[in-house]
């Protein structure tokens, strides 16, 4: 393979994923969940792949995080009425 420093890419990126996992252990068990999404990015003028790329890992983080909350929570629940059984 090549590595010519010379040779400016001519690719043009029309895609981008992430995936956020996150792992935590509640009570005695360990619960990981992941969040991914794929976006397409429009071939127009004034897009910013950068703030595109920084806006999806935003978007990706904050779901796997409110994701694992609301099952912590729910988890926290469920064993506060089975302790009041």
Known sequence: MSNDTNYTSK???TQIRATSRVSA???ENFYTLEFTEERTI???EGVDLEQERKL???TVNSEADNAMNETIDFIEKEFEKRKKK
């Open 11 to 13: 690719a043009i990126t």
């Open 25 to 27: 252990k509640i009570r």
């Open 56 to 58: 999806l890992w935003d």
């Open 42 to 44: 429009p071939q127009i």
